[in-house]
């Protein structure tokens, strides 16, 4: 758990403070890094991957960010990683999914403002643009966002819920809030961004005759066997 807003009866603090609960012992416990954390915050995303926990925009009563920050559980050292998704947003819904070759972290709607500094602070407005995250090779993807490619782009909104249905490789989001709650639901079929349940990695040898009584070697990855290796003759 790391920020958030709160405080004692009406404060808004934002904070930046990191916590873990053990789930065998019951027993929260404050993780104090090695060096700086990020600005304080709340309305973010937070995911785990590969012993590293990401923190993902949000906003406080100066900033909005869109910027994306690591922190190494091995090291307890935060990092910046210099990637900037497509618009500052908080209060979104957000998914990690499991792809071959590496894992996506998809993101829906909510709030954004980019204002310039020395102009006053207002209130955000609601998207509806999606964006994701290729863990692999940490870039942001703006997609499913543009209305005349996509005419059924749910409407703007915050504080929705989103689900992935693996076995049609589908986002789902649920609800949220503009100006009244909503009640609808929406799919958005991602297979091409996840790919299907297994890929060919590698094949041994790449090139040659291949006229029989010749050993070849594919060597594949799947969600349920980390590694695959066929042997053809």
Not at 15 to 33: C, G, M, Q, R, S
Not at 92 to 113: M, N, R, Y
Request: proline share 5%.
């Amino acid at each position: 758990m790391f920020g958030g807003h709160g405080g004692l009866n009406y404060a808004r603090i934002a904070y930046n403070d990191l916590h873990v609960f053990d789930l065998e012992t019951e027993h929260w416990e404050k993780i104090l890094p090695a060096n700086a954390a990020p600005e304080g915050r709340g309305g973010h995303s937070v995911f785990a991957c590969d012993g590293k926990i990401f923190i993902y925009g949000g906003w406080n009563s100066g900033e909005h960010y869109k910027s994306t920050w690591i922190f190494d559980l091995d090291k307890r050292e935060w990092s910046d990683a210099e990637i900037e998704s497509p618009l500052p947003r908080w209060n979104h819904c957000s998914l990690l999914v499991e792809a071959i070759p590496t894992w996506k972290f998809f993101v829906f709607g909510g709030e954004s403002l980019d204002f310039q500094e020395g102009q006053p602070r207002s209130f955000g407005q609601h998207v509806d643009s999606s964006c994701y995250l290729d863990l692999g090779v940490l870039r942001w993807t703006a997609f499913a966002s543009d209305p005349e490619l996509f005419a059924d782009i749910p409407a703007p909104r915050e504080y929705a819920a989103m689900a992935y249905d693996e076995r049609d490789r589908r986002l789902l989001v649920f609800g949220g809030w503009s100006n009244g709650w909503f009640n609808d639901l929406h799919a958005l079929n991602v297979g091409k961004i996840v790919g299907p349940a297994y890929a060919i990695t590698a094949a041994d040898p790449a090139l040659g005759q291949l006229t029989g009584n010749i050993e070849l070697a594919i060597t594949g990855q799947g969600f349920k066997d980390a590694n695959i290796r066929v042997f053809f003759t």
